[in-house]
């Protein structure tokens, strides 16, 4: 069938009009920032980027041959406001940035004192940055911990900043915190959030001969209405390990012989003790199930599960006394009393025997290959 000159000719013009593919950027001709950090010192804000060798992440996952090493490029630059530091940054970069896989906000200590709502609100505003990049403080330099490689000489990508809810599952106190949830939870005006902090260390970890300084995370910075009010380590914190809607299996060393335990707690509920009568009275109802990793001393099963809800019931109450020592609702016992009814949440203040009751129920469903009796 042949088409006549009369139609071929508009259909012609029509594909000269079509736009392509003509602006669009190569892999290798953008700069892909993977990690922020953002400090404020002497009136200045200082910016930090993030970024790694795609080819040595395409080639990990791809199967291919392992990079000898994965390098890390971390930028830095400083100016009056946000805005000047990160043009300013960008000015000396060798290609264009592209905040589109940014994964990770890394806060100082300072900013999160003196001015997490600014950063935050310049940072939720560009349309690139998805609110499920992980938010995360530290006390350490920025830089040291942006340029922290991961083991084997595998990509950035890899560091435990990058996957803290599956980190964060066993032995930690605090939860993984998302920009999304940090905006929603950050700006009520009771209850807390927590940021974790990031802590360097080294020689835990042996490489060959190479002792690297990898990032943990040990406590948190303590949030109310987006106002920094406190830091506690994992210790102040070990009573949210049972108070948490999200999936933990944190071991206790319950001090009995040398007992050691993994319990894996199935949830929690809070009650407000009603009617209330010139103050808050709360109640907390903890169910866990118990594993036993190491009993070298036989004990009766019963006395184990006793000994097992007094330590949960001491981290409970400690770590709510610790929360109100700075200011903090840890256990955001009057958020849900806030929502049902505001005004008492403004007439009445927590006190340090607020937390009325702790009821505590364990149930030990695997003991190994050894042998209890009741």
């Given at each position: 069938m042949r088409i006549k000159p009369k139609i071929m000719f508009p259909l012609f013009f029509l594909l000269l009009t079509l736009t392509g593919c003509w602006g669009s950027r190569g892999i290798n001709e953008q700069l892909y920032i993977e990690a922020l950090g953002v400090d404020y010192k002497d009136g200045k804000y200082i910016?930090?980027?993030?970024?790694?060798?795609?080819?040595?992440?395409?080639?990990?996952?791809?199967?291919?041959?392992?990079?000898?090493?994965?390098?890390?490029?971390?930028?830095?630059?400083?100016?009056?406001?946000?805005t000047m530091a990160f043009r300013k940054l960008e000015k000396s970069s060798q290609f264009p940035l592209y905040y589109g896989h940014v994964q990770v906000i890394l806060f100082s200590d300072r900013?999160?004192?003196e001015k997490l709502s600014e950063v935050i609100s310049?940072?939720?505003?560009?349309?690139?940055?998805?609110?499920?990049?992980?938010?995360?403080?530290?006390?350490?330099d920025i830089s040291d911990v942006?340029?922290?490689?991961?083991?084997?000489k595998q990509a950035p990508t890899y560091k435990v900043l990058f996957h803290p809810d599956t980190m964060l599952i066993r032995n930690h106190s605090v939860n993984a915190l998302s920009m999304q949830v940090l905006l929603r939870n950050g700006n009520e005006p009771f209850g807390s959030t927590i940021i974790p902090n990031v802590k360097l260390v080294k020689g835990k970890w042996l490489e060959d001969n190479d002792k690297p300084v990898l990032p943990t995370l040990n406590g948190g910075y303590v949030l109310k209405d987006m106002k920094f009010k406190g830091k506690l380590d994992y210790e102040q914190l070990?009573?949210?390990e049972w108070l948490t809607k999200e999936e933990k299996k944190n071991k206790l060393e319950v001090p009995l012989g040398d007992t050691v335990v993994q319990l894996e707690v199935n949830g929690y509920k809070i009650h407000l003790k009603e009617p209330v009568r010139r103050e808050l009275k709360y109640t907390i109802e903890v169910?866990?199930?118990?594993?036993?990793?190491?009993?070298?001393?036989?004990?009766?099963?019963?006395e184990l599960e006793k000994k097992i809800i007094q330590k949960?019931?001491?981290?409970?109450?400690?770590?709510?006394?610790?929360?109100?020592?700075?200011?903090s609702d840890i256990y955001n016992l009057t958020r849900s009393t806030y929502r049902k009814s505001?005004?008492?949440?403004?007439?009445?203040?927590?006190?340090?025997?607020?937390?009325?009751?702790?009821?505590?129920?364990v149930q030990i469903v695997h003991a190994g290959s050894q042998k209890y009796k009741d």
């Open positions: 910016v930090y980027t993030e970024s790694a060798v795609f080819s040595s992440i395409a080639k990990q996952e791809g199967g291919g041959a392992q990079a000898a090493d994965s390098p890390v490029l971390v930028g830095k630059e400083e100016g009056d406001t946000l900013v999160i004192k310049h940072i939720g505003h560009d349309p690139l940055i998805r609110f499920t990049a992980w938010i995360f403080g530290t006390s350490e942006l340029k922290a490689k991961s083991l084997f070990r009573g949210q169910k866990a199930k118990a594993t036993i990793d190491e009993n070298l001393d036989i004990v009766p099963r019963k949960m019931k001491k981290d409970i109450k400690q770590t709510y006394l610790n929360g109100l020592s700075i200011d505001p005004s008492l949440v403004k007439k009445y203040a927590l006190q340090n025997d607020s937390l009325d009751s702790v009821k505590v129920k």
